[in-house]
């Protein structure tokens, strides 16, 4: 069965110090990696995927992710955090055997302070 | 509009009664998936839409859930005899395909608290 775990509730940093928030997943076949964020009051945002490639993953606002195949991992990555990247970030996979829905994490909170 | 609405944006109700709410998604996805975000939790998926091909409903919770979608527009997901426990965020999502690759759009969701 497919399954993600963020092992975080919550990640605090400092703003303009790097942030890492974690991710680790189980699939039975290629996975599809998404990070999403989501704001007080509001729908999820995509930031980024992972479908192939060059385990190095860019997306939106500075934010990247590394995929790691034997650590099975995809934690994103900010190098200097901004107090506005406050807010609940979701790790999600798709199994690459099957179709439909997303798998997700439980949301880590981030709180990035001044 | 560009993005996925969803109405009503809060709905407040007494346990019992039924409700319905409705997701429009972006102009062109044929893919369309309601999930529910309890406070403090992530998502579960209760249902997906892809074209006219029957809808994967393995995720609703109980007979009470059910939802339709109309060709690749509208969707409404209805909620019989409300309980507590339904009280939740209910979130919409569409994609341009079922394509693995492709990411899903999300509405704002609907707030629902039943009394």
């Known amino acids: 069965a497919q399954s993600v775990a963020q092992p975080e509730d919550q990640v605090n940093v400092a703003e303009g110090n790097p942030l890492t928030v974690k991710c680790t997943y189980s699939v039975s076949g290629n996975p599809y990696l998404f990070w999403y964020v989501q704001y007080p009051n509001r729908g999820l945002q995509f930031l980024l995927k992972y479908i192939t490639g060059d385990n190095l993953v860019k997306g939106s606002y500075g934010f990247e992710a590394e995929f790691n195949k034997s650590q099975t991992s995809f934690h994103l990555k900010k190098p200097s955090a901004l107090v506005s990247d406050s807010a609940l970030y979701f790790c999600?996979?798709?199994?690459?055997?099957?179709?439909?829905?997303?798998?997700f994490g439980k949301g880590t909170k981030l709180s990035v302070k001044p | 509009g560009a993005g996925v609405s969803q109405s009503p944006s809060n709905k407040v109700t007494e346990k019992g009664k039924d409700v319905e709410l409705r997701c429009d998604p972006i102009s062109g996805h044929t893919a369309l998936y309601w999930y529910r975000q309890r406070l403090g939790q992530g998502l579960e998926f209760l249902i997906y839409f892809q074209g006219n091909s029957a809808p994967d409903k393995s995720g609703l919770p109980s007979d009470r859930f059910s939802a339709e979608r109309t060709g690749e527009s509208v969707s409404t997901l209805t909620i019989q005899r409300t309980q507590q426990e339904d009280s939740a965020v209910y979130l919409c999502?569409?994609?341009?395909?079922?394509?693995?690759?492709?990411?899903?759009?999300f509405g704002d969701g609907t707030r629902l608290s039943i009394l």
């Open positions: 999600a996979v798709r199994d690459g055997g099957s179709q439909g829905n997303l798998i």
């Open positions: 999502a569409s994609s341009l395909g079922q394509g693995l690759n492709q990411p899903q759009h």
